[in-house]
């Protein structure tokens, strides 16, 4: 590695992060899943011609219109589209080091708002921190001052605990976890986890069972173990297991910290969008339409023709209502449904029966959430293709479940059953070392 007198440091690797491999057990299911699917997305590319030119097209002129330092809005929409890529087409891996800004005791992490970046389309990186390169901090810089939820912030969208929290790599892959699964796998794996059926996982717990899944894994390796510092690091293990690591987790703390990293993620996007409206409790039809949209990275061209459609139906009102937080909340959460929901029009559409507001609204209600009429009028304007006051529920379907997966389940190769029988797999060995020991 090479480093210059501004503090930054180039380095071609994530040194440290194979220590932190063991820590996260409870989301080692869903951070595999994701990991080989990310990983299965970069293989397919390669197989695929199309993707791969995809990947690679504009890569050497954005590099060059990265550095050369020039501010106008041509090169900065050259290098979202960078960016965008690598969020879309790489590796993990490649995401974390290209999106991370510090490297603290010879490992290297994000920031909270590095993460955000990451994960949200048309962020813009920081200019002085490109691919591996770092913002060099003392050893002691990382050590965590403050237990509290990741993402905390104040009512104008400032992160209030970004100081002393820090995200390693191992961190990273849990966090897209929970912005992908699905509370059911959790709940599976979970469940999986607890070998004694006690109801309660300890750290010791996740790491085993974190390093019999990592044997499993086309990429990453685990093999450190888990010591003092690397839980003085982690204000994510702390906020689990306390701060010396000696608390159990049970289910409902798992899913509690889950829910509450989600909605404030949410909230953080939510103020992001309603940046025009004078309430920042509230924010447009138009607003959330992109919202939605960018979570579930839809292509620019359709992207333009589904806003297109909600500014022209709001245009013609007179009174636009708007949609408080708490509503949008309520629809994340709806989301996760959205599986049911899609067997639910499925069953209208092959019956011939034409999907109108009624039958949207029905639909609905079938899986337990229920909408006030502004929330049912918006939803059925995004996926009205035509205008003719049919639901296109394929699209609506398909384009929810992205936005339910941030974008991270787009591709037709995710892994899955490979994650799963690699789970499955582990447990039958840990059960047979059990049954023997």
Same mark, same amino acid.
């Given at each position: 590695?090479?480093?210059?007198?501004?503090?930054?440091?180039?380095?071609?690797?994530?040194?440290?992060?194979?220590?932190?491999?063991?820590?996260?057990?409870?989301?080692?299911?869903?951070?595999?899943?994701?990991?080989?699917?990310?990983?299965?997305?970069?293989?397919?590319?390669?197989?695929?011609?199309?993707?791969?030119?995809?990947?690679?097209?504009?890569?050497?002129?954005?590099?060059?219109?990265?550095?050369?330092?020039?501010?106008?809005?041509?090169?900065?929409? +050259?290098?979202?589209?960078?960016?965008?890529?690598?969020?879309?087409?790489?590796?993990?891996?490649? *995401?974390?080091?290209?999106?991370?800004?510090?490297?603290?005791?010879?490992?290297?992490?994000?920031?909270?708002?590095?993460?955000? &970046?990451?994960?949200?389309?048309?962020?813009?990186?920081?200019?002085?921190?490109?691919?591996?390169?770092?913002?060099?901090?003392?050893?002691?810089?990382?050590?965590?001052?403050?237990?509290?939820?990741?993402?905390?912030?104040?009512?104008?969208?400032?992160?209030?605990?970004?100081?002393?929290?820090?995200?390693?790599?191992?961190?990273?892959?849990?966090?897209?976890?929970?912005?992908?699964?699905? &509370?059911?796998?959790?709940?599976?794996?979970?469940?999986?986890?607890?070998?004694?059926?006690?109801?309660?996982?300890?750290?010791?717990?996740?790491?085993?069972?974190?390093?019999?899944?990592?044997?499993?894994?086309?990429?990453?390796?685990?093999?450190?173990? *888990?010591?003092?510092?690397?839980?003085?690091?982690?204000?994510?293990?702390?906020?689990?297991?306390?701060?010396?690591?000696?608390?159990?987790?049970?289910?409902?703390?798992?899913?509690?910290?889950?829910?509450?990293?989600?909605?404030? *993620?949410?909230?953080?996007?939510?103020?992001?969008?309603?940046?025009?409206?004078?309430?920042?409790?509230?924010?447009?039809?138009?607003?959330?339409?992109?919202?939605?949209?960018?979570?579930?990275?839809?292509?620019?061209?359709?992207?333009?023709?589904?806003?297109?459609?909600?500014?022209?139906?709001?245009?013609?009102?007179?009174?636009?209502?708007?949609?408080?937080?708490?509503?949008?909340?309520?629809?994340?959460?709806?989301?996760?449904?959205?599986?049911?929901?899609?067997?639910?029009?499925?069953?209208?559409?092959?019956?011939?029966?034409?999907?109108?507001?009624?039958?949207?609204?029905?639909?609905?209600?079938?899986?337990?959430?229920?909408?006030?009429?502004?929330?049912?009028?918006?939803?059925?304007?995004?996926?009205?293709?035509?205008?003719?006051?049919?639901?296109?529920?394929?699209?609506?379907?398909?384009?929810?479940?992205?936005? +339910?997966?941030?974008?991270?389940?787009?591709?037709?190769?995710?892994?899955?059953?490979?994650?799963?029988?690699?789970?499955?797999?582990? *447990?039958?060995?840990?059960?047979?070392?059990?049954?023997?020991?």
């Amino acid at each position: 590695s090479s480093s210059s007198s501004s503090g930054l440091q180039i380095s071609t690797s994530v040194p440290g992060a194979a220590r932190y491999g063991t820590l996260l057990g409870a989301g080692a299911v869903a951070a595999a899943l994701v990991l080989q699917s990310q990983q299965a997305v970069c293989e397919a590319a390669k197989e695929n011609p199309a993707s791969k030119e995809r990947e690679a097209e504009g890569a050497e002129d954005d590099s060059a219109e990265i550095k050369s330092g020039q501010p106008n809005s041509f090169r900065s929409s +050259r290098i979202r589209a960078y960016e965008d890529r690598i969020r879309t087409y790489s590796t993990p891996d490649k *995401v974390f080091r290209y999106f991370a800004t510090v490297r603290c005791g010879g490992q290297v992490f994000m920031r909270q708002e590095d993460f955000l &970046r990451a994960v949200n389309t048309g962020d813009l990186q920081p200019q002085k921190y490109l691919l591996d390169v770092y913002q060099e901090l003392p050893e002691d810089a990382c050590i965590v001052k403050k237990i509290a939820p990741l993402f905390q912030h104040n009512d104008n969208g400032e992160l209030t605990s970004a100081e002393s929290s820090f995200i390693s790599y191992p961190e990273f892959l849990f966090l897209l976890s929970i912005l992908s699964a699905s &509370r059911r796998q959790f709940e599976l794996a979970f469940r999986m986890f607890d070998l004694d059926s006690s109801g309660q996982v300890d750290l010791a717990e996740f790491a085993n069972v974190q390093h019999a899944l990592a044997k499993n894994s086309a990429t990453r390796k685990s093999e450190a173990e *888990v010591t003092q510092r690397s839980i003085q690091r982690s204000p994510l293990l702390q906020y689990l297991f306390g701060k010396d690591g000696s608390k159990t987790l049970d289910f409902h703390k798992f899913v509690s910290t889950l829910d509450e990293i989600q909605m404030n *993620v949410i909230h953080l996007n939510f103020l992001k969008y309603n940046s025009e409206m004078e309430d920042r409790k509230l924010i447009s039809p138009v607003g959330f339409a992109k919202m939605l949209l960018d979570y579930a990275r839809v292509k620019k061209d359709l992207r333009k023709v589904l806003l297109q459609r909600v500014k022209k139906h709001y245009e013609e009102q007179e009174n636009c209502h708007p949609i408080c937080f708490k509503e949008v909340l309520e629809f994340f959460r709806f989301l996760k449904a959205i599986d049911d929901v899609g067997m639910a029009l499925h069953l209208y559409d092959s019956a011939g029966v034409n999907i109108g507001p009624k039958d949207f609204e029905r639909a609905i209600r079938a899986v337990g959430y229920s909408f006030p009429p502004h929330i049912i009028e918006f939803a059925f304007v995004l996926f009205d293709r035509d205008g003719d006051g049919e639901l296109d529920y394929s699209e609506f379907v398909k384009i929810m479940k992205d936005a +339910r997966s941030h974008g991270l389940g787009q591709k037709s190769d995710l892994g899955v059953t490979r994650g799963l029988s690699a789970l499955v797999q582990c *447990v039958r060995e840990k059960l047979a070392d059990a049954a023997f020991s």
